[in-house]
């Protein structure tokens, strides 16, 4: 006779399924352990230089919010390992200064994924500043922090052991209604938000009907920490650019874009834009001046022309050869 209740076999069973798990991706986890103890030199510098230059709002300086309360609240919720809920799930909108609707911008969307330990606040801000950098209107798909801690471990799972749905399904849903809706998607990916996105695509490309729809999709990945992102190349034939259109934007001695898009061009579609000697992996800090400036790409880039709420011509895609 079983004496087991089902709440005693539920552990159970998620402790098997994710010992699978590991078993499956073990070659997953040697690899990004050593790629973790190969790069830990660059640690100290994900948060610093603060305030790299004039004019930024850098994540982790007081001057950057509303109020120190503010301030206080993202440390905390970085800090502390709290569930926490979404502020937006692609349903809240950040506009530029003076910005005025056209055709042209309510045929396109535009959405930011951002990265782990992101308290509400610090996604207005990250959102705000990419808003002013493109002059477009940005849709914010908060990923909620439980806490760094926490938030590390879930995207360990997600990008080494391939454990996906939590972080990306409710994106993926938001995505995808706008492809059937609109004429054009962006997606700006920051960090643990390129995990996101290469989850989105593997998707995307799957399903039967959003494969018609796949060319209108553009991902930009800054700071990437995901392993792989791929493109279809019978649908890349058929529009005549990469489907989806990917680019790839990483500081040279940022640690996690040394253990994700530095360390996988074997596995990565699309151009990736390199200042080599940069420190630094926040977004407002150390990513968002140099894209304004095309110090990445010396304006070749497809994102740099964009910039301003400029549009780029539909030639103005950049070629890439996976055998680097």
């Known amino acids: 006779m079983n ?27 040697v690899r990004d352990l050593g790629l973790v ?7 100290p510098w994900i948060v610093f230089p603060v305030k790299s230059e004039e004019g930024v709002r850098p994540e982790f300086h007081p001057s950057s919010y509303q109020s120190r309360w503010e301030y206080f609240s993202v440390l905390g919720q970085m800090l502390l390992p709290v569930e926490r809920h979404s502020a937006s799930e692609g349903t809240r909108v950040v506009l530029p ?10 045929q396109s969307k535009w959405f930011f994924l951002n990265g782990i ?20 209107p940005i849709h914010l798909i908060h990923t909620p922090t439980f806490g760094a801690v926490w938030d590390l471990w879930d995207a360990i799972t997600a990008r080494t052991l391939r ?20 004429e054009h998607v962006a997606l700006l990916c920051y960090s643990q938000g390129t995990i996101i996105a290469s989850y989105i695509v593997r998707k995307v490309l799957k399903d039967p009907e959003l494969r018609l729809h796949a060319h209108k ?14 493109i279809d190349y019978g649908l ?11 680019e790839h934007f990483a500081n040279g001695q940022d640690f996690f874009a040394r253990i994700g898009v530095l360390s996988h061009y074997y596995s990565t579609s699309g151009p990736v834009f390199v200042r080599p ?6 977004l407002t800090d150390h990513y968002i001046p140099g894209i304004v400036r095309g110090d990445y790409c010396q304006g070749r880039s497809r994102l740099s022309k964009y910039v301003g709420g400029r549009l780029p011509a539909d030639s103005d895609y950049v070629a890439f050869d996976r055998r680097r």
């Open 277 to 282: 000697e940069k420190k630094g992996h926040m």
């Open 163 to 182: 454990k996906d749905g939590k972080l990306a399904r409710p994106a993926f849903n938001i995505v995808r209604n706008a492809l059937l809706s609109h």
């Open 97 to 106: 200064p003076n910005f005025q609707w056209s055709d042209t911008t309510k």
């Open 37 to 43: 103890a190969r790069n830990a030199g660059t640690l």
């Open 217 to 230: 999709l553009e991902i930009y990945c800054l700071a990437g920490v995901a392993d792989s992102l791929d």
């Open 3 to 29: 004496t087991s209740s089902p709440a005693s076999i539920r552990p159970l069973a998620r402790l098997r399924k994710f010992a699978d798990r590991v078993v499956r991706n073990r070659r997953s986890i």
């Open 236 to 246: 890349t034939a058929e529009h005549g650019h990469p489907v989806p259109y990917v």
């Open 117 to 136: 330990a992101t308290a509400p606040a610090m996604a207005l801000l990250e959102t705000e500043e990419l808003a002013r950098a493109f002059h477009r």
